[in-house]
């Protein structure tokens, strides 16, 4: 079962349990599942909606879109308070023993979604440690904001997985999804769609400043809020190591590896990773930090085609 089915096979319970206690007979969907305690006082509107299977499976599984058209749902100071009981996120970051959590909380999501990187700056390692015990676990930014949207708490589309500076650092202006990139959004429009590269201004060879050439005012947007190219700037010593291998061994560098040094034949993709310690697929820079800035640099400097 994948991190999406296994999150909504779980909260599902948990939700059920709290809303309707007792009555709920399905079995435990987890050996180590305690007793879920029945919620006293949800508004009837809130148990109605999220009774029916359909809204329950939106509220916890629903893209992007789906969970645009809810967020506003409730608004009485009644259902919120009501909602606020349900999804609770504090609650599914505890996981001592005795919590309702213990079973599946945040770090086994984190651990099931495997992204190894952050998704907004691809700078920082998110990757999850929960052996000998649970040491660490990105944090997960709620795209739609909690406070805003409390329906929204606990939906697998809007925890993203993303370091403490994105999470903390991200502009306060309302998301939307067509101004703004979500990691699990893809929009079938171009000017929709975060197209930007690294590049550099520089005066002399040992002081390089990035810059980001977006492509269209979505990117622009996207990449101010979350500061990229001021945050950037701590990397900036990465370039004047790329530009060096560029002077130092020419822009064969790569065919040189191939040719001359290595001695069993590998992939291009391999070679690449040999030689820089990023990915160079784009469909692999979230295995690794910095693997989009090390390949628009590389081809800006004519290093890779
Ligand atoms: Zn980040």
């Given at each position: ?98 919590s309702t959590y213990f079973f599946y909380n945040a770090y086994n999501l984190s651990a ?194």
């Amino acid at each position: 079962m994948d991190a999406k089915e296994l999150h909504y096979k779980y909260l599902r319970y948990v939700i059920k349990k709290k809303l309707n206690g007792k009555s709920f007979k399905e079995p435990k969907p987890h050996a180590s599942v305690k007793v879920v305690q029945f919620v006293c006082g949800i508004n009837s509107q809130v148990k109605r909606f999220l009774n029916v299977e359909e809204n329950l499976k939106k509220v916890l599984i629903g893209t992007p879109e789906a969970l645009d058209s809810i967020k506003d749902k409730f608004k009485t100071k009644k259902e919120i308070a009501s909602i606020k009981k349900l999804f609770d996120y504090d609650m599914f970051c505890d996981f001592n023993k005795k919590s309702t959590y213990f079973f599946y909380n945040a770090y086994n999501l984190s651990a099931n979604l495997d992204i190894p990187t952050c998704p907004y700056c691809n700078r920082m390692c998110t990757k999850t440690v929960t052996q000998p015990t649970k040491i660490t676990r990105p944090t997960f930014d709620h795209w739609f904001p909690k406070s805003k949207f409390p329906l929204l708490s606990l939906s697998f589309y809007n925890l993203v997985p993303s370091c403490n500076v994105c999470n903390g650092g991200k502009s306060s202006t309302p998301f939307e999804l067509n101004t703004h990139f979500h990691p699990y959004h893809k929009s079938n429009k171009r000017d929709e769609t975060l197209l930007y590269k690294f590049s550099y201004d520089n005066s002399d060879y040992s002081s390089f400043n990035f810059k980001l050439i977006t492509e269209n005012n979505f990117s622009d947007v996207s990449t101010k809020a979350f500061k990229l190219e001021d945050i950037y700037k701590m990397h900036e010593d990465e370039i004047i190591e790329l530009r060096r291998i560029r002077d130092v061994y020419s822009a064969d560098y790569l065919e040189m590896l191939r040719n001359k040094i290595l001695l069993v034949n590998i992939s291009d993709e391999e070679i690449y990773r040999l030689a820089f310690g990023t990915y160079s697929r784009e469909d692999k820079f979230d295995r690794r930090p910095l693997s989009k800035m090390k390949r628009d640099i590389l081809e800006e400097l004519g290093m890779i085609l």
